[in-house]
């Protein structure tokens, strides 16, 4: 879009409308610092403005780079949990409310092992690509969508209990799942997480009612 348009000032005012951080610079120093923009006012004659460019993941950088080499990519709105993909032409890159993928081709060996391990009983982690740091989480029933998120086995020998619990709160029993263990200091750790606190005060007594599921990884 020309950025001398009238058009590209309604998008950049639009934009700055709804909320979107907004950057200026000397329309006569080119290669100047960019600023955020907080003045609702304009000067399109002595500035320039574009919406701030957000900071992209190596993965997003990975398939806009793919579509500029000629490949085929596909999209989803990122609000829809399934994996209906659907061809685009000329992406908008929004990763805001979009997922973008290149179009698969057949999988990989290393992905066939890895679903083949789930389906022999070992555990699965999974996690979105387009997702900072290295915060993995256990995955009970993988999509398998490559595209979007990435899974692993768990190395090692892990045992894996999905136990029910009851612990007494400030005189009232409540249930609580939990996915990380069978024994009392599990659970101790587990309530700690869910109570948002450091100490236990207020936990008067707990007992365990049932496991769902026991998953053992094979070594």
């Known amino acids: 879009m020309d950025q001398n348009s009238i058009e590209y000032k309604i998008f950049v005012m639009h934009a700055f409308k709804e909320g979107k951080i907004i950057q200026f610079t000397q329309l006569d120093d080119p290669e100047g610092d960019w600023f955020d923009h ?35 990519i596909q999209a989803k709105y990122f609000a829809y949990n399934d ?24 999988k990989t060996e290393y992905q066939k092992e890895v679903e083949q391990a789930f389906y022999k009983g070992l555990t699965i982690q999974f996690k979105r690509k387009t997702q900072t740091g290295n915060r993995w ?16 086995v768990i190395p090692g020998r892990i045992h894996l209990h999905l136990y029910q619990w009851a612990y ?6 409540r249930i609580h799942n939990v996915f990380a263990g069978g024994n009392i200091e599990d659970i101790k750790e587990e309530l700690k997480r869910v109570l948002f606190s450091n100490s236990l005060k207020g936990v008067e007594d707990y007992k365990r009612l049932d496991y769902t599921k026991i998953i053992v990884d094979e070594e």
């Open 168 to 173: 007494k709160f400030d005189g009232l029993w």
């Open 137 to 152: 989480t256990v995955c009970f029933d993988p999509s398998w969508d490559w595209d979007t998120w990435s899974y692993r």
């Open 38 to 72: 907080t003045n609702p006012g304009w000067n399109w004659d002595s500035f320039d403005y574009r919406v701030k460019i957000e900071e992209k993941t190596e993965y997003q950088k990975e398939v806009e780079q793919a579509f500029k080499e000629g490949k085929q």
């Open 83 to 106: 994996n209906n993909w659907n061809g685009v032409d000329a992406p908008k890159w929004n990763w805001k409310y979009w997922d973008y993928r290149v179009k698969p081709d057949e």
